[in-house]
């Protein structure tokens, strides 16, 4: 008998395993699963049992897209509420004469109808059978959020409806919109009517976001733009709410506010008595002209704002925005110094946080708690505020919180902000920065492990935040949103430490039809390789990523087509192409290299001060794309370059090339001069040749490639060492001017 209970605890035990781990197919992962013996046969119209109100259970029952009537006798599905069940939690019990799902109100009861309907509709079909199962869940996080920026790119109220669908079927449960920044002021407002008749609108520009640099002139139209009349804004909120989302506005101060400043100049600091247009791209200096923080008026304008914006939005949570502050005219502004000094502050950062206590007091009169970027704790500001983590990896808010105990979320920029490059550079549009893979905000932990518990409760949760800098349709937005979001649903839900990126993968398979039906343009990204390839001394070494382990990666050469299991190593010429396969047909889009040798080619390369800590590429027989983050570049910032390539013998050099890029919507320049020096020791070296950069081209408008050819040689060495300056500081009239350059080279050619 004994034998007999402990077999059967071991079988359980390993259904247990198998079930939750591996085969488990819900997005997001579910807290505690098990598959029972039976199934349930989908009727064609359901009988549903309810403790809800009729018109509530429709509203829930409906997300199932399957006929339904609601009836006692004989019911198919039975929804009950179960007060002893947590917050947003769930049990979903499937038997083969009926599921029963019980929550302790109707949200829970609606997330466990999304778990079902997932359980209905499986690669992108419906099932008529599904297995018994039992489900007992419920999420790891209370804040599961999305932020939208409809500033920059201005998403229509239909489109943002249709990612409130989809969010709310993966049990995300707030949408933070961005409603105002120096691109646009997207919310009607009846007291300040120009905020969207002037600052929802911008003049047409056609380069990229950080190009547009070129401001509105006072006559020029404004053609681009759009905003949410208060009636849309409602509808959003009301239709959100029924999916149990919460909108939280943003109302940004006292910076990225020029689109309100060019509605109300009045507003600025009065030493700016220059003309402020909506921006139409990246601010450059005019990024300074923020709120005045001494003026009264901007303090009455606010709570004027905010007077309406609560009464639209029933969300607890106010964002108050306070990023990213250039002090600089406040520094200049009489009014904000008074201001300073009659309020005994600490300085400019004292002084914003006296401006959002302010306001956070008028915020908290009404009964809302506010949220604000991470720099409002510079100033520490007195009031209670919940912070968002952005800079870095999120650490200026949990520094914040060990010490000064507020609450926080967590949206690094490093991990869920979705304008990033989704996968490798060469296969995607043109966007800011690194890399921000899938399988990164699928793998995002927040907490680490030195964390004291009492910081660890501050947490409320994380955020997938979408800056659209760099989208110009509804279409570009999805595709940086999807299928990253759906990655991010599982990180806020799934348990503490559960991660399992195949498990994850297998659900992603039978969840992306769902996407397609719902015509959501979602981007292939996880399915492309981004290749690596390092000199050996001897040979080039390649290696091919795919961010998914289960597809199979074909390559061909001029000798044919094999499977790609372990590095390569080529010493000589090489055409490859390259994809990947799911099942046998190709996912990925192709991979071309074309793999050169000179002398320098596989041979070791030794740098100094390398940022990005890739200056073997310089050998590596690849060339960069026109993208300099394309991991084909070896970068230095602010500081000149020097790196060494070891011919390894003496040899006579004939001619020598070095490839470099100028991209100035990046602060990337050319190198101003580069020398070469040789040396048969590796220890003296002399002069060989130097190439001095036509100023013209150091920062010319737009991302080009450039070869820097240094000439006939004709001299020996086995060492050769080159040294470039960096030439300082981005110039006047260019993203970001002042701040330290960066210069990229992508290869060292010899002969
Ligand atoms: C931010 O990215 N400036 C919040
Ligand atoms: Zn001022």
Not at 75 to 98: A, Q, R, V, W
Not at 195 to 221: C, D, H, K
Request: overall charge negative.
């Amino acid at each position: 008998m004994i034998m007999k209970r402990l077999l059967s605890a071991l079988f359980i035990f390993q259904s247990l395993l198998c079930s939750s781990a591996a085969e488990q197919p819900f997005i997001p992962q579910p807290a505690e699963y098990t598959v029972n013996d039976g199934f349930f046969i989908i009727p064609d119209s359901l009988k549903i049992s309810s403790n809800l109100s009729p018109s509530l259970t429709n509203q829930i029952i409906s997300e199932l897209e399957h006929p339904f009537k609601i009836s006692e006798n004989n019911p198919d599905i039975i929804l009950s509420l179960d007060p002893s069940i947590g917050e947003e939690g769930y049990t979903l019990n499937i038997k083969p004469k009926s599921i029963q799902i019980s929550a302790s109100n109707d949200k829970g009861l609606y997330y466990g109808i999304q778990s079902l309907y997932q359980l209905f509709n499986q690669n992108g079909r419906k099932n008529k059978t599904i297995q018994s199962c039992y489900i007992n869940d419920y999420p790891r996080f209370q804040y599961r959020a999305l932020m939208l920026d409809p500033v920059r790119y201005f998403i229509p109220k239909e489109e943002v409806k249709k990612i409130i669908d989809i969010a709310s079927s993966l049990k995300f449960n707030t949408l933070h919109m961005h409603l105002s920044d120096d691109n646009g002021w997207r919310l009607e407002i009846k007291k300040y009517p120009k905020l969207t008749e002037v600052g929802a609108w911008r003049v047409e520009r056609e380069e990229y976001f950080p190009g547009r640099m070129n401001q509105q002139s006072p006559e020029e139209p404004t053609p681009v733009g759009g905003y949410y009349s208060q009636e849309d804004m409602k509808e959003i909120v009301e239709y959100a709410s029924e999916k149990y989302i919460n909108v939280i506005p943003e109302i940004e101060m006292p910076a990225h506010a020029a689109a309100a400043i060019a509605s109300y100049p009045e507003l600025a600091c009065p030493v700016v008595d220059k003309f402020v247009g909506v921006f139409p791209g990246i601010g450059g200096p005019d990024a300074s002209i923020i709120m005045c923080g001494g003026n009264d008026k901007v303090y009455d304008f606010y709570c004027d704002v905010l007077d309406e914006v609560i009464d639209i939005f029933p969300s607890q949570y106010i964002h108050l925005g306070g990023d990213e502050a250039d002090k600089s005219i406040w520094k200049q502004c009489p009014l904000c110094n008074s201001r300073i000094k009659n309020e005994n502050l600490d300085g400019y950062e004292g002084l914003q946080a006296y401006f959002m206590d302010r306001i956070n007091s008028y915020v908290k009169s009404k009964g809302r708690t506010s949220m604000g970027w991470d720099e409002v704790t510079y100033g520490n500001p007195k009031e209670e505020m919940v912070i968002l983590g952005w800079q870095g990896d999120g650490n200026v808010a949990v520094k914040d919180a060990a010490k000064s105990g507020r609450k926080f979320i967590m949206t690094p920029a490093k991990t869920l902000y979705l304008i990033r490059y989704q996968g490798p550079q060469w296969f995607e549009p043109m966007t800011y920065f690194g890399n921000n893979t899938m399988k990164d905000a699928y793998e995002y932990e927040p907490v680490k492990e030195n964390w004291s518990p009492e910081l660890k409760k501050l947490l409320l949760g994380i955020q997938g935040s979408l800056w659209t800098e760099f989208c110009n349709s509804d279409q570009d937005v999805e595709y940086l949103l999807f299928p990253r979001l759906i990655a991010i649903a599982d990180a806020s839900w799934r348990p503490e430490k559960s991660a399992n990126y195949q498990g994850f993968l297998n659900a992603l398979d039978n969840f992306l039809p769902e996407l397609d039906k719902r015509e959501i343009c979602y981007a292939k990204s996880m399915y492309n390789i981004q290749h690596k390839a390092l000199p050996t001394g001897e040979s080039v070494k390649l290696d091919l990523v795919c961010e998914r382990p289960d597809v199979e990666i074909i390559y061909s050469t001029e000798n044919g087509e094999e499977k790609f299991n372990n590095p390569l190593f080529f010493s000589k010429p090489v055409k490859l192409t390259a994809n990947t396969y799911l099942d046998g047909k190709p996912v990925g889009k192709e991979l071309q290299l074309n793999l050169n040798f000179n002398s320098a080619t596989g041979k070791k390369v030794s740098s100094k001060n390398c940022k990005n800590n890739i200056s073997e590429v310089l050998t590596n027989g690849l060339r960069g794309s026109e993208k300099h983050s394309d991991f084909e570049w070896a970068g230095w910032h602010g500081e000149d370059a020097e790196f060494i390539i070891d011919l390894e013998n003496s040899q006579k050099i004939n001619n020598c090339i070095l490839g470099t890029i100028g991209s100035s919507d990046f602060c990337v320049a050319m190198p101003s001069e580069v020398t070469i020096f040789g040396s048969e020791d590796g220890k003296n070296y002399s002069f060989i040749s130097s190439f001095k950069t036509p100023e013209e081209l150091i920062y010319a408008k737009g991302a080009q490639k450039f070869d820097i050819n240094f000439g006939n040689l004709d001299v020996n060495a086995r060492y050769l060492k080159f040294v470039a300056k960096n030439p300082g500081r981005v110039p006047e009239g260019f993203p970001r001017w002042g701040a330290p350059v960066w210069i990229y080279f992508d290869e060292v050619i010899v002969n």
